[in-house]
Structure formats: structure tokens, C-alpha cells
């Protein structure tokens, strides 16, 4: 069920941003919106997993907060099912402490962030700002909209990657990733330093985290992902991606 469209009439011109909420219990979903209308936010509101799927399916809102625990569907399989129609839509998902933490934790879906309920709601606006600037650096060394090394493309305007022309679907971390990469196309990177650029210095994850991440990113970008030769791991020290695939 739609519950209702807030648009901030004071914020109408210059917002910064559209946030969908996907959340059951009301009391907290007016919470969050009310604090990031406050923020100069614009929200959208849906108290089951299918309402929220009609809401982005034209347009993708900027970013999503997702309570795993939904009366229709499970947050898990919503999170899959946004992506498979927006694959860079970033997703900050809400849990109830204990609630799957392994695969939150693992970050096997592929979210951009989580939050714990009880969570601070000044928190819950400043890691949705986190987010944003990661996927819309202002100050990244790439200024142009497209470039190309080997076979891919990045278009830094649409957020997308293609190999061979073909489009790969990347997550909104993914394509962190990728971009980071063309920045420092043949230089070798430690795995602390990909955790401090991506995820950011506050993060509280280990390098294991970026290893998850290489390795899903391989399997969209590498012919043979076990045999990866574009993006090699340099043992005990990191990755490189490497503009020819000759080059060992
Ligand atoms: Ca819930």
C-alpha cells in the first residue's frame, strides 16, 4: 500500500534529494522522514516491499532505506529486486539488532550501508549524506562524463560501465569501485587504502570486506573470474587493475 508523497514545499526548488523509505511501523517511518525533510530532503513513504517496488519503478529515487522485516516480502529479496531494475540505486538497509547480521555484515546483498535499530535519526541522515558523496564525489580527479580502458567504458554522468559495449550490472559500490580503479589504472592498491576511499576512514569493517567486493566485481568484469586479467591481486599487499591484459 502507497501511504502518502511529501514534498517539502519550502525545499521545492532545491532538495537535496529523493529518499524512499520502506518501512511498516509508522512511528519510525515518520521519524526518519520527518528528520530528513528537516535535512532538506524530499520523501517518499511505502509500508510493504511491493509498494515500494511500484514507486521506483520509472523513476529511481536517490537513495532507498530498507527495513529488512516487511510484511510481504522479505528486505533481502526487495533489495535483489531494486537492483535488478536500478543496479546502481543505493540502498542503506535497517535491521533489528541480531536480524541477519551475518549477511548484513557480509555485505552479501549487496547494500551500501546498514544501520541498527535503535538507531539516532542524525545518524541515519548523516550516513544517508555519506552515501550520496560517495556516489556523487564532487572532487574526484575524473571530470569527464566517459573514458575508456581496454574494453570498458565508464560514463560517469549515467553511473554506468559497459564491457564490450555491453552494460555490466554493477551495484552503487561496485561502481565506486570500478572508478577508483580507472583513477589509478596500473598502480597497486592496498586493501586498507580501497576500505579507506570506498568505504570511508569510519568504517568499522575489515579488509575481508573489499576481498567480498573484488571478487563479486570479477565476476561481472573478468571473462574468467578464477582467472582474473584485468583486476589481479597482488599477495599481501592488494589489488592493481591493469589497463592491458596481456600484462601480467
Ligand atoms: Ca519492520
Same mark, same amino acid.
Request: proline residues 6%; contains cysteine; negative net charge.
Given at each position: 500500500?502507497?501511504?502518502? #508523497?511529501?514534498? &517539502? +514545499? *519550502?525545499?521545492?526548488?532545491?532538495? /537535496? ?7 511498516? *511501523? ?11 525533510? %528537516?535535512?532538506?530532503?524530499?520523501? @517518499? ?13 520509472? !523513476? ?18 526487495? +533489495? ?24 548484513? $555484515? ?20 548523516? =550516513?544517508?549524506? $555519506?552515501?550520496?558523496?560517495? !556516489? $556523487?564525489?564532487?572532487?574526484?580527479? #575524473?571530470?569527464?562524463? %566517459? ?22 550490472? @554493477? ?43 573484488? =571478487? ?7 571473462? /574468467? ?5 584485468? @583486476? ?12 592491458? *591484459? &596481456?600484462? $601480467?
Amino acid at each position: 500500500m502507497l501511504i502518502k #508523497i511529501f514534498i &517539502s +514545499c *519550502e525545499v521545492i526548488q532545491m532538495t /537535496d534529494g529523493k529518499v524512499l523509505i520502506v518501512e511498516d *511501523e509508522a512511528p519510525i517511518r515518520k521519524l526518519i522522514a520527518f528528520n530528513l525533510q %528537516r535535512s532538506n530532503f524530499e520523501v @517518499l513513504e511505502a509500508s510493504d516491499g511491493k509498494a515500494a517496488l511500484d514507486l521506483i519503478k520509472d !523513476i529511481p529515487p536517490t537513495l532507498v532505506i530498507l527495513d529488512l522485516m516487511l510484511p510481504d516480502m522479505d528486505g533481502f529479496e526487495i +533489495c535483489t529486486k531494486m537492483r535488478e531494475i536500478h543496479p546502481i540505486l543505493p540502498i542503506i538497509i535497517l535491521s533489528a539488532r541480531g536480524q541477519d547480521m551475518d549477511k548484513i $555484515t557480509g555485505l552479501e546483498i549487496g547494500a551500501d550501508d546498514y544501520i541498527v535499530k535503535p538507531f539516532n535519526p542524525l545518524e541515519l541522515v548523516a =550516513r544517508v549524506r $555519506t552515501v550520496l558523496r560517495r !556516489i $556523487t564525489p564532487n572532487n574526484q580527479p #575524473i571530470h569527464h562524463d %566517459r573514458h575508456e580502458i581496454g574494453p570498458f567504458l565508464l560514463d560517469v554522468k549515467t553511473q554506468r560501465v559497459y564491457k564490450s559495449e555491453k552494460l555490466l550490472k @554493477l551495484t552503487a559500490r561496485e561502481f565506486q569501485l570500478m572508478k577508483l580503479f580507472f583513477e589509478k589504472v596500473n598502480e597497486p592498491i592496498t586493501r586498507n587504502s580501497l576500505l579507506d576511499l570506498i568505504w570511508g576512514v569510519n568504517y568499522f569493517g575489515d579488509p575481508k570486506t573489499v576481498d567480498v567486493h573484488i =571478487r563479486r566485481l570479477r565476476e561481472k568484469i573478468e571473462d /574468467d573470474p578464477s582467472r582474473p586479467t584485468y @583486476l589481479k591481486t597482488l599477495w599481501g599487499y592488494g589489488y592493481c587493475f591493469q589497463e592491458n *591484459e &596481456s600484462t $601480467t
